[in-house]
């Protein structure tokens, strides 16, 4: 799906895909067709709603559901480690 909008991950952890250096974040699903999408607090809205597209056409050819699902947003966290803050939807 990534190669296919012409995007790389930066960082894998768990169920978390971090993209293009944290612009963006999936959240797999527990099935396993669902992708769940985070936008960073600082990505400019007119590039979320850019990269939401290009995204959901890679995701349909690839037979995933890409779902938006809100932003997030990274704060330092106990022992040098880094705490995700999903933010509520609007």
Known sequence: M??????????CYED????????????MGE??????????????QKD?????????LSASQEGLMLIPYGKYKLKPGAKN???IEFLPTN
């Open 31 to 44: 099935n396993s067709r669902e992708v769940f999408l985070y936008n960073h607090v600082d990505c400019p």
């Open 48 to 56: 979320a709603d850019d990269l939401e597209i290009k995204l959901s």
């Open 81 to 83: 480690q880094i705490d």
């Open 2 to 11: 990534l190669e296919e909008a012409g995007l790389v991950y930066s960082y």
């Open 16 to 27: 978390l895909v971090f993209v293009e250096s944290s612009v963006v974040l999936f959240k």
